[in-house]
């Protein structure tokens, strides 16, 4: 049967749930009204999230785009699936979700916003359409990116199942929204780094407006089945705490916490706010909830008996920084005072947060339950010692345990280049 007037062809309606993956890029989770801010900016995610499963305490693997989203769709740490930073291609052999639910049966599709995201990185793995039609240089509005998966879920038959990934750039600098929202923000007298919050609160405003015409859709061509919802981001901004700005080269809070939601009528809506998770249980949990057996090896472990039985998620939440290209690491240290030679790690477990960078001999210590903004460093108190000593075990447990990936790290001219123009630096 062929669709007319842009209605998808009936058929027998599928039994499976179709899927819609939302990443965020540069969400924090504090700024969402829904994870306890007071300022009204996002009234849509909000609604949707008081009707969801939602995680106060969600993490992601890395403050890095490339690395994150890899993690999100492989269940896989960074080190496993081996993208340490944006411009590296995700390797043909590691297995992602939309590989599995294509093999699977089901129509996959991806709208993306960024170029950090773009096919050239291998993202593009098991999607049978990777829509990436930028508005702008290297990026493009949320509006049109929903406008684009709407018209094509609209198309979609009832009787096969899909799954969309959609991507959002929209709170990632340069802020590039509509005046309306970003004028309610921003006073004559803001200039620098406080001119960019004021600009992220518009940013946020406006990716949380564009969100209605993608839920539409989705009721609108809704099937007994449902579609189950997975919405998170990628990493979070800092604006000056502990005395940092933007992403990338640290674990700190505000950086690493983000949103996780999942929706379907089969699920209670809830907030789960005894266990802490990671974005590396993602995949696992999505396919779980679609009864989607498969045989693929990850890291991560679904949160099904968790969101369903109440069973207490209780495992450590591993976390890692991005590498930087050596050239980089002096003017960074020069700019910012951050030293960001070798890696660094971080490891959250029952209240205490560990983060260490071994190559320049930093090791941090912070009980979030009583300091979550990390204000106090406990790695030299004296009374901390067995904490630090415990942490230090779970984190070199966690690392023994990961097969290493080699990385592609050299990257061209090109791809260095507009990853400079979205502020990142080699």
């Known amino acids: 049967m062929i669709a007319a007037c842009g209605k998808a062809p009936l058929g027998p309606p599928t039994t499976q749930p179709n899927l819609l993956m939302i990443t965020f890029d540069t969400l924090r989770a504090d700024h969402l009204g829904g994870y306890g801010s007071a300022a009204n900016l996002t009234p849509n995610f909000d609604a949707l999230a008081a009707n969801s499963v939602m995680y106060p305490d969600a993490y992601a693997p890395s403050s890095t785009t490339g690395p994150s989203h ?10 496993e699936h081996g993208v340490l930073k944006n411009g590296v291609p995700l390797s043909d052999d590691v297995v992602t979700i939309s590989e599995i639910l294509k093999e699977q049966g089901y129509s996959t599709a991806a709208f993306v916003s960024s170029y950090a995201v773009k096919s050239h990185f291998r993202l593009d793995q098991g999607f049978d359409l990777y829509d990436e039609d930028f508005n702008f240089p290297r990026r493009r509005l949320g509006g049109y990116t929903i406008e684009a998966a709407s018209e094509w ?7 096969k199942p899909w799954c969309v990934w959609v991507h959002l750039m929209d709170p990632h600098k340069p802020y590039k929204q509509p005046k309306e929202f970003l004028d309610p923000y921003i006073t004559p007298d803001l200039t620098g780094h406080e001119l960019a919050k004021a600009s992220y609160n518009g940013a946020v405003a406006y990716t949380d407006s564009v969100l209605p015409g993608l839920l539409n859709s989705i009721r609108a061509q809704e099937s007994a089945a ?7 981001a990628d990493h979070g901004e800092l604006f000056g705490e502990k005395g940092y700005y933007g992403h990338g080269t640290n674990l700190y809070e505000d950086v690493v916490r983000v949103p996780l939601i999942f929706n379907h009528h089969s699920l209670s809506p809830q907030i789960i706010d005894s266990s802490v998770v990671g974005l590396v249980d993602f995949s696992p949990t999505v396919l779980e909830l679609l009864d989607v057996a ?3 090896d990850m890291s991560g472990l679904s949160l099904v008996s968790n969101i369903k039985n109440g069973e207490q998620a209780t495992r450590a939440v591993f976390m890692q920084r991005r590498i ?3 050239d980089s690491i002096a003017p960074i240290l020069e700019e910012i005072g951050a030293n960001v030679e070798g890696p660094q790690w ?4 029952n209240g205490y947060k560990i983060i260490v960078a071994p190559d320049i001999d930093e090791t941090e210590l912070y009980h979030l339950e009583n300091d979550p903004t990390e204000q106090h460093d406990l790695s030299e108190v004296k009374a901390e010692s067995e904490n630090l000593r415990r942490m230090q075990k779970i984190l070199g447990d966690i690392l ?5 990936r080699a990385s592609i790290d050299d990257l ?7 990853l400079e123009q979205l502020g990142y630096a080699k």
């Open 70 to 79: 890899a993690t999100i769709f492989s269940g896989l740490h960074p080190n």
């Open 153 to 159: 879920i609209a198309e979609q038959p009832n009787d």
């Open 226 to 232: 449902g579609t189950l919802m997975a919405i998170t």
């Open 294 to 296: 498969h045989e693929v």
């Open 324 to 326: 930087f290209d050596e």
């Open 346 to 349: 971080s490891v959250v477990h």
């Open 400 to 404: 023994e345990g990961q097969t290493l």
């Open 412 to 418: 061209s001219a090109e791809v260095l280049q507009n």
